[in-house]
């Protein structure tokens, strides 16, 4: 009865520290998950049209409503999540393992390299990452996996600043000075002692910078310059829907909310992440 007890008031306590983070966390999944099985659960085929209910608002039969060429606006937005998620998902990951890359070689081993590596992200981070990340996709062309690069890229400078400045404080502390008097190799180093302590800070960035590639990329393809237009995309659609605001505002609203949602729930759970890995706002919150 005392080991429930326990249980229980440590549930509860998890549980007021991190509500809205659990929240978060949870919305996000489901998003997630209805995005992977899309096939599974649209109602409706997304790209299918229906003359006779042009522009129906919401009711039994579609949820959300029908667009200006008749087709389902809530298949469009289940479906719609999986570029905007996919480019996002591949983006942050790609700009972390460069980053990181940069970060450990320009703090690790210093001196020149670390000069000319750090002033090449000066130069990167005195563009706006947005008007970056436009610039390249009008340099290599239109395309979802263009934008996908275009955003990586701009994120690079972020993960690498923030990469350095942990492994700058981490090869002066007493384990690493202790491993390197005693032959261990660079690389041994890195993996073992340098990678594990630099992990927390980086999964909190990354959740950060995930919600801004979302936010990003649901931009660019509303300026056309991701995919291809009728694609069902958030970005896309609220694009496609901004002229009927209105006379038919349910298609603009309803993808423009799930990018709205999707973001504070993506912003939610990294605040969970930092306040949990965060030895120090976790005593705090004790």
């Not at 979802?144 to 994120?155: D, Y």
């Not at 005693?182 to 999964?203: E, T, V, Y």
């Amino acid at each position: 009865m005392q080991a429930e007890q326990n249980i229980e008031s440590r549930i509860g306590a998890y549980w007021r520290r991190y509500d809205i983070a659990l929240v978060g966390s949870a919305v996000f999944a489901f998003i997630l998950l209805i995005t992977i099985f899309a096939s599974a659960v649209a109602p409706y085929d997304p790209m299918a049209r229906n003359i006779k209910r042009l522009i129906a608002t919401p009711s039994a039969e579609y949820a959300f409503g029908t667009d200006q060429l008749g087709r389902d606006v809530l298949s469009r937005v289940i479906y719609g999540g999986r570029p905007i998620l996919g480019a996002s998902f591949t983006a942050v990951l790609s700009a972390l393992a460069v980053g990181a890359i940069i970060g450990v070689a320009g703090g690790y081993m210093g001196g020149r390299l670390d000069t000319a590596l750090m002033r090449l992200m000066d130069v990167m981070l005195s563009f706006p990452s947005i008007l970056l990340a436009i610039l390249i996709v009008a340099t290599l062309g239109v395309g979802l996996l263009n934008v996908t690069v275009a955003i990586g890229f701009a994120m690079v400078p972020v993960f690498a600043r923030l990469v350095r400045s942990i492994v700058i404080s981490l090869v002066l502390e007493e384990y690493v000075v202790a491993a390197r008097s005693l032959g261990a190799s660079d690389l041994h180093i890195i993996r073992k002692h340098i990678f594990p302590n630099m992990m927390p800070p980086i999964i909190v960035q990354a959740s950060a910078m995930l919600a801004v590639a979302i936010g990003t990329a649901s931009a660019l393809n509303f300026i056309g310059l991701g995919v291809e237009p009728g694609t069902p995309d958030w970005g896309m659609m609220v694009a496609e829907g901004q002229r009927l605001i209105f006379d038919a505002p349910h298609v603009p609203l309803f993808p423009g909310l799930i990018i709205t949602i999707t973001v504070l729930s993506v912003n939610y759970m990294g605040d969970g992440l930092r306040d949990h890995l965060d030895p120090k706002l976790r005593r705090q919150g004790m």
